[in-house]
């Protein structure tokens, strides 16, 4: 993205790429994403693998949400795109709640 940002490439910089700062947010959403996964590993908590999953796939649509509005500034303004979003805030909601009740529970049984 710096590179691309110092030396513009004519035809992608303002024309397929529309916003900087919303793929910036992207891969900012990508690692915090990834480092969840990382921490919820190592607790070495025996988590429920339905919960894992949906906080990968989570993990993986959310910030492909802002991918999307990187490419095309209309985003919010198309319905399979509200849907995309909606559908994957649940995931990610349902298996981040799930995975910290699951870390809940295991606290309060070791205290």
């Not at 988590?47 to 095309?72: E, R, S, Y």
């Not at 805030?89 to 799930?98: D, H, R």
Request: glycine letters at 10%; hydrophobic letters at 55%; aromatic letters at 18%.
């Amino acid at each position: 993205m710096t590179f691309a940002k110092w030396f513009p490439i004519p035809g992608i910089d303002g024309g397929f790429l529309k916003d900087y700062k919303t793929m910036i947010r992207a891969h900012i959403d990508f690692a915090l994403m990834a480092l969840f996964c990382l921490g919820f590993y190592a607790t070495k908590v025996e988590l429920p693998v339905a919960a894992c999953w949906l906080v990968v796939i989570g993990g993986m649509t959310n910030p492909g949400v802002f991918v999307v509005a990187a490419f095309d500034p209309d985003f919010w303004g198309k319905p399979v795109w509200r849907v995309y979003s909606l559908l994957s805030f649940i995931a990610t909601t349902l298996g981040f709640g799930w995975i910290a009740w699951t870390l809940l529970r295991f606290a309060l049984q070791a205290g």
